[in-house]
């Protein structure tokens, strides 16, 4: 169920990558992501804390992480 505001893409290859998870859950200041057993995971009760600043964008490989903005259709990603 996406977050009134956003909502958070991972890719599979991203979802699957354990050092990744780890490094999305650290840098995420709201706490989006969970990595559980090797796996990173969004959490999605908190979607609506998001506050876009970036940091699981730039921490991840271009096409691994997708925020979209719902109230305007654009998205953060590389």
Known sequence: MPGIFIDVEL???ARSDAELAEKLEEVCPVD???ARNGHAEVVEENLDECVLC???VN???P???RVKKL???TALER
Do not use: H, M, R, T
């Open 54 to 56: 970036e940091l699981c």
């Open 71 to 73: 109230y305007d259709g």
């Open 11 to 13: 890719s599979e290859e």
């Open 59 to 61: 921490a991840a490989p």
């Open 63 to 65: 096409g691994a992480v």
């Open 32 to 34: 989006i992501f969970s």
